[in-house]
């Protein structure tokens, strides 16, 4: 049963904090996509990468996120130093060749 | 304007009877068109598809695509209360920097809240 994996699924911080997330995109999807769900902004695209390169992140705040992939298995996002708006749901998706999308279970994020 | 409009509802239907759930977009150069169900605390799910006009069914589910009106639509048939979630439309343009190809670089409506009471 092949599936987007995102660890840790909650995480809970302090401001200031170093965030990291990670994603394991579904094997032989060529596209990682990274978003952000709260109930004032709905989903939003944060970055994305085909074939590890990353295509676009302009939906991410440049001063304090970052978007890698490391390998074809992992995607990272990182947040530096976090604050309290950042709290949300991060998604990480994932596809082949554009188009279908799917989702992994989300990391909770709260910064206290 | 959004670039992807739907009714945040709640729409509320009784069992077994037809869900309609719409969804507008602004721009004309769209491609492909989704419908994703969230379930609240879950993670959005793909249930439909559809890139040319017309009517796509998938069981009990229709989604509905005119382009010359920026409009797609979908209708859940013999509603449960199972299907009582949160709908997503998302749409896709050409990607220019690959060349026109899709790269999937989705845009999402707000969602509509669908109720579907015994």
């Known amino acids: 049963d092949a599936r987007v994996t995102q660890t840790p699924r909650d995480k809970v911080t302090e401001m200031g904090q170093e965030v990291t997330m990670r994603c394991q995109p579904i094997?032989?999807?060529?596209?990682v996509f990274w978003y952000r769900q709260t109930m004032m902004q709905g989903l939003e695209l944060l970055a994305y990468f085909r074939n590890r390169a990353p295509l676009d992140d302009s939906g991410m705040p440049k001063d304090r996120f970052s978007a890698e992939m490391p390998d074809a298995t992992l995607a990272t996002l990182k947040i530096q130093p976090s604050e309290p708006r950042d709290s949300a749901v991060y998604f990480c998706a994932s596809g082949f060749l554009g188009n279908e999308q799917f989702f992994g279970p989300g990391t909770r994020l709260t910064v206290l | 304007q959004k670039e992807v409009e739907q009714n945040s509802g709640p729409l509320s239907v009784p069992e077994g009877a037809i869900a309609s759930l719409n969804c507008t977009y602004s721009?004309?150069?769209?491609?492909?068109f989704f419908w994703y169900r969230q379930y609240s605390g879950k993670s959005p799910e793909l249930i439909m598809s559809i890139y040319s006009n017309g009517d796509k069914e998938d069981g009990r589910f229709t989604a509905q695509l005119n382009k010359a009106s920026q409009y797609v639509s979908l209708l859940i048939r013999d509603s449960q209360p199972s299907d009582s979630a949160t709908y997503l439309c998302?749409?896709?343009?050409?990607?220019?920097?690959?060349?026109?190809?899709?790269?999937?670089?989705?845009?999402f409506g707000q969602g509509t809240i669908l109720t579907v009471h015994p």
């Open positions: 094997l032989g999807h060529n596209t």
């Open positions: 998302a749409v896709t343009r050409g990607d220019l920097n690959a060349g026109g190809t899709s790269y999937g670089k989705l845009t």
């Open positions: 721009d004309r150069v769209s491609q492909s």
